[in-house]
């Protein structure tokens, strides 16, 4: 026979364990939910291309003399893929401030939605920036 004294323990411990479970559970949907990974040009112009939510991230090198700024906060320009074989493109339409490592040749990586087979309308604006570290020598003592 179990002592009443021992009947309350137990059951602390399996709420205590239920509301334990519940939030690793609720935390882990939450972790799934938000991890993106971005898809490429070549990717995106595919034929029968879907992503797997509204929302996703394109990522990409800012093409050459495709940069073009409208009313200010309003900027359009096209990316490539990384490799530079391959020669498709999307148009990016992105309505605010850019990051000052945003450049032509530079790699972006971009979250928002298609409008179209080919325009993305950015959210948000990632650059990357090179991964080969240079002193700024012009700052000498």
């Given at each position: 026979m179990i002592r009443p004294k021992h009947k309350k323990r137990i059951k602390l411990v399996l709420f205590f364990g239920t509301i334990l479970i519940l939030g690793i559970g609720l935390l882990l949907q939450a972790l799934k939910e938000n991890t993106q990974f971005f898809y490429n040009p070549s990717d995106i112009t595919?034929?029968?291309?879907?992503?797997?939510?509204?929302?996703?991230?394109l990522g990409g090198i800012v093409k050459?003399?495709?940069?073009?700024?409208?009313?200010?906060?309003?900027t359009k320009f096209n990316i490539e893929d990384f490799e530079k074989e391959m020669t498709d493109e999307v148009l990016v339409i992105y309505k605010g401030v850019l990051p000052d490592l945003f450049r032509e040749g530079q790699g972006v990586i971009i979250s928002g939605f298609m409008n179209g087979k080919t325009t993305f309308y950015?959210?948000?604006?990632?650059?990357?920036?090179?991964?080969?570290?240079?002193?700024?020598?012009?700052y000498q003592n």
């Amino acid at each position: 026979m179990i002592r009443p004294k021992h009947k309350k323990r137990i059951k602390l411990v399996l709420f205590f364990g239920t509301i334990l479970i519940l939030g690793i559970g609720l935390l882990l949907q939450a972790l799934k939910e938000n991890t993106q990974f971005f898809y490429n040009p070549s990717d995106i112009t595919k034929i029968n291309f879907e992503p797997k939510s509204e929302t996703f991230r394109l990522g990409g090198i800012v093409k050459n003399g495709s940069i073009v700024r409208e009313k200010g906060i309003i900027t359009k320009f096209n990316i490539e893929d990384f490799e530079k074989e391959m020669t498709d493109e999307v148009l990016v339409i992105y309505k605010g401030v850019l990051p000052d490592l945003f450049r032509e040749g530079q790699g972006v990586i971009i979250s928002g939605f298609m409008n179209g087979k080919t325009t993305f309308y950015a959210s948000e604006v990632l650059a990357k920036h090179d991964e080969n570290y240079k002193p700024d020598i012009s700052y000498q003592n």
